[in-house]
């Protein structure tokens, strides 16, 4: 005997077919619907009359007669601005944040600084005030809220919906943002780490939408990686999978005349790769090389402006290194059709690229793993909320994926 909770899943599930369906056919008439879905018409035109009266499908007129001739069939298009969603990235000193329709378009966007170790509870009240702003600005009304999605940096507890760990944000650990979230807006809250939301980003709408496995390597304030396989996030057994910042680099820096500029005793691969590591060398070395301080103290500035000189060579050289090994340990490990890097440094230094494929290409060329590619990711600074987009619009699209999020279905 199937029980009133099955078939009310049942329900949602072919509701969510004829949905996606319905996004990448559209314009589509019901009779098309139910051919290629092999549903009966009758189901299918009674599902297609629930998801327009809750306004997620628009009926759009007659379209064209069969060859055959016969009565026009009515069309039916997804509506893309009736329900939307709001995508959130939090980073160690500022905050990103919009609110786009369930075809992921961003209709507005809103970010604002704050002090390192500013209390949660003042940057929390500031994202809601902006939140309501962005959603006054576009006419979304509370109740056209599907869904909202945050990628945050460090360990997560997913079961709580709060941060479990992170160097970044240091006294937001018993925050419990995912509860706050949804006291305040009433749907649905997705919590992620945001080295998974700039994959997922990459994965859905950038350098990664025709590969099912991929990883995506960022570099910001630390190192992260995303795993994508079989078009699913990898989030692992307690939520790690992907801390690649924390493996430990000792064993790869035990010579100064490998690494004299960018080793000073860190432990990890996100200390030393960290943008603030790099910035802090090569301004030493400007200072150094030239007796003045740089013009702008600025990574992008100086990546683009002294990537060849001599010493700034060299130390970039010493950065595409360790990079190189990151990548080729995870090729190992995981063995991706596609490998994507993310973050400021990559996607400012041709050279530094150009290193790490030298580096790949010369230590496995006696090892069978070319099955790869080594790309920079293409969404650039939006690839973070771009994810927190695509994952907000799971719960819509995908719920039984987003349903691994506890709350969600």
């Known amino acids: 005997m199937i029980k009133k909770a099955d078939t009310q899943l049942i329900k949602l599930l072919n509701e969510v077919q004829i949905l996606n369906l319905i996004r990448e056919n559209s314009p589509i008439s019901r009779v098309e619907i139910a051919r290629q879905n092999k549903m009966s018409k009758v189901a299918v035109f009674e599902i297609v009359k629930r998801l327009i009266n809750r306004g997620y499908v628009l009926d759009i007129g007659k379209g064209q007669s069969t060859k055959r001739g016969g009565k026009r069939p009515t069309l039916v298009t997804l509506d893309a601005n009736k329900h939307f969603v709001i995508g959130v990235e939090l980073k160690r000193r500022q905050a990103l944040l919009a609110v ?168 990890f691969f996100g200390e030393i790769l960290s943008e603030l590591n790099l910035l802090q060398v090569l301004n030493d070395q400007i200072v150094k090389s030239t007796g003045k301080e740089p ?9 683009k402006t002294n990537a060849y000189h001599e010493h700034i060579r060299e130390i970039l050289e010493e950065y595409a290194y360790l990079l190189g090994i990151l990548c080729l340990d995870m090729i190992k490990i995981l063995n991706p059709r596609l490998l994507v890097l993310s973050g400021d440094i990559i996607e400012n230094s041709p050279f530094i690229l150009e290193q790490v494929k030298a580096f790949m290409k010369e230590n496995t060329h006696e090892i069978p793993l070319d099955t790869h590619s080594l790309v920079v990711g293409e969404l650039r600074e939006e690839a973070g909320l771009r994810g927190a987009i695509a994952l907000a619009l799971q719960v819509v699209f995908e719920p039984k994926m987003a349903g691994k999020y506890p709350g969600i279905l």
């Open 100 to 267: 786009a329709n369930i075809e992921a378009e961003i209709l507005k966007t809103k970010n604002f600084n704050f002090e390192v170790g500013a209390p949660p509870e003042v940057v929390i009240d500031k994202m809601f005030k902006r939140i309501d702003t962005m959603m006054d600005n576009c006419g979304v009304k509370p109740e056209q809220l599907v869904s909202i999605a945050i990628g945050i940096p460090g360990l997560l507890d997913y079961r709580v919906g709060k941060l479990h760990f992170a160097d970044t944000l240091k006294g937001w650990g018993d925050v419990l943002i995912r509860d706050q979230f949804e006291a305040r807006f009433h749907v649905p809250v997705i919590l992620e780490n945001d080295a998974n939301t700039v994959a997922l980003g990459e994965s859905i709408l950038g350098a990664g939408r025709d590969h099912k496995d991929m990883v995506c390597i960022w570099i910001g304030e630390g190192v992260g990686a995303g795993i994508i396989v079989q078009n699913e996030l990898v989030q692992g057994a307690g939520g790690a999978a992907g801390e690649i910042g924390y493996l430990e680099i000792n064993k790869y820096c035990r010579s100064d005349r490998l690494f004299k500029y960018l080793f000073k005793d860190q432990r």
């Open 295 to 303: 013009e702008k103290n600025n990574l992008v500035h100086i990546l």
